[in-house]
């Protein structure tokens, strides 16, 4: 006997029996081989290679009072982790007080307060909005991950970068949040890493790399700053520079082993010699350690630039 389809919009993703029973699927259909049950009373065609949202949305389909918050809501707007959190994909839950605690397999439930504003509905699910996720992430993450998490969020690229980026948010809301909650878990640890997050760090490697610099006693590097060629054209963006010394600090993931982007990664070290600047360029291999070799590097581009410690 041939199954009947699926409902469009319960096909893209997981949804909860909730959401199907309203379509007026049948509770028959919702135990067919075709669908794998995620958690209670949550399908997922098993084909799906839903992410994000998508994967996510059933969890907030349960009932009317459950919002996606820590980890799951940070996934959803895209933010970097530390790697720590990363590798925690359990689905973080939360209801207000007064709602019974979330439940179920592969959840962490929460029961905590909001101010309006803090919740809102994107692509599809209920969130916290990106400042107070960041904020809720300081009762669970370490000083770094909080820093690698706000620069993420508080990352913007104009125009003049071959791909401008928006910020989910900014300084100016991470430190509203953290006054509007002067109270709660974590926020001690969330103002000492206000004083740490910068505009303009695209990963968490160079976060790192930025902070581990800081630490050394080494000056602090200038983020977002464009190189502009002899005809008025953008022609070097550099992840991190020290503008009187003329040095272009680049960090090398794992994409630039590749031969097409060896090449230009060639054609980048060359360009930024022609216009007078020295480039250090940084591996993962150089974050490592207590000392890192990254200080090592940067320090001695900045003795032979002249600089000198104070």
Same mark, same amino acid.
């Given at each position: 006997m041939r199954r009947a389809a699926l409902p469009r919009h319960l096909t893209t993703g997981s949804f909860a029996l909730r959401s199907s029973d309203k379509a007026g699927v049948s509770r028959s259909r919702t135990r067919a081989k075709d669908l794998a049950t995620v958690s209670r009373?949550?399908?997922m065609p098993l084909d799906s290679a839903?992410?994000?949202a998508a994967a996510l949305r059933a969890y907030t389909d349960l009932d009317d009072a459950s919002v996606l918050t820590h980890m799951s809501?940070?996934?959803v707007w895209g933010a970097d982790l530390g790697w720590r959190l990363g590798e925690d994909w359990r689905v973080h839950v939360s209801r207000r007080p007064g709602f019974s605690m979330p439940r179920r397999a592969n959840v962490v439930g929460h029961l905590l307060t909001f101010l309006p504003g803090e919740l809102v509905e994107?692509?599809?699910v209920r969130l916290t909005s990106p400042?107070?996720?960041w904020l809720d992430l300081a009762s669970?993450?370490?000083l770094d991950e909080l820093v690698i998490t706000g620069d993420s969020l508080v990352c913007s690229h104009g125009p003049e970068f071959p791909a401008p980026r928006e910020a989910l948010c900014t300084l100016d809301d991470l430190r509203g949040m953290v006054e509007r909650h002067p109270g709660t878990r974590g926020v001690r640890l969330a103002r000492t890493a206000l004083? =740490?997050?910068?505009?303009g760090a695209d990963s968490p490697p160079e976060t790192v790399m930025r902070l581990a610099i800081v630490r050394a006693g080494l000056p602090e590097p200038v983020l977002n700053h464009v190189l502009w060629g002899i005809h008025g054209a953008p022609v070097l963006w550099p992840d991190a520079a020290y503008l009187q010394e003329r040095i272009s600090i680049q960090y090398d993931g794992a994409g630039h082993g590749e031969a097409s982007q060896y090449l230009s990664d060639i054609r980048r070290e060359n360009l930024t010699r022609e216009y007078g600047w020295l480039e250090v360029r940084v591996s993962k291999d150089d974050l490592k350690g207590d000392r890192p070799a990254v200080v090592r590097k940067? =320090?001695?581009?900045l003795k032979s630039r002249g600089w000198q410690s104070r």
């Amino acid at each position: 006997m041939r199954r009947a389809a699926l409902p469009r919009h319960l096909t893209t993703g997981s949804f909860a029996l909730r959401s199907s029973d309203k379509a007026g699927v049948s509770r028959s259909r919702t135990r067919a081989k075709d669908l794998a049950t995620v958690s209670r009373g949550i399908r997922m065609p098993l084909d799906s290679a839903a992410q994000g949202a998508a994967a996510l949305r059933a969890y907030t389909d349960l009932d009317d009072a459950s919002v996606l918050t820590h980890m799951s809501a940070a996934r959803v707007w895209g933010a970097d982790l530390g790697w720590r959190l990363g590798e925690d994909w359990r689905v973080h839950v939360s209801r207000r007080p007064g709602f019974s605690m979330p439940r179920r397999a592969n959840v962490v439930g929460h029961l905590l307060t909001f101010l309006p504003g803090e919740l809102v509905e994107y692509d599809g699910v209920r969130l916290t909005s990106p400042a107070r996720t960041w904020l809720d992430l300081a009762s669970v993450a370490g000083l770094d991950e909080l820093v690698i998490t706000g620069d993420s969020l508080v990352c913007s690229h104009g125009p003049e970068f071959p791909a401008p980026r928006e910020a989910l948010c900014t300084l100016d809301d991470l430190r509203g949040m953290v006054e509007r909650h002067p109270g709660t878990r974590g926020v001690r640890l969330a103002r000492t890493a206000l004083d =740490l997050i910068r505009v303009g760090a695209d990963s968490p490697p160079e976060t790192v790399m930025r902070l581990a610099i800081v630490r050394a006693g080494l000056p602090e590097p200038v983020l977002n700053h464009v190189l502009w060629g002899i005809h008025g054209a953008p022609v070097l963006w550099p992840d991190a520079a020290y503008l009187q010394e003329r040095i272009s600090i680049q960090y090398d993931g794992a994409g630039h082993g590749e031969a097409s982007q060896y090449l230009s990664d060639i054609r980048r070290e060359n360009l930024t010699r022609e216009y007078g600047w020295l480039e250090v360029r940084v591996s993962k291999d150089d974050l490592k350690g207590d000392r890192p070799a990254v200080v090592r590097k940067v =320090l001695a581009a900045l003795k032979s630039r002249g600089w000198q410690s104070r």
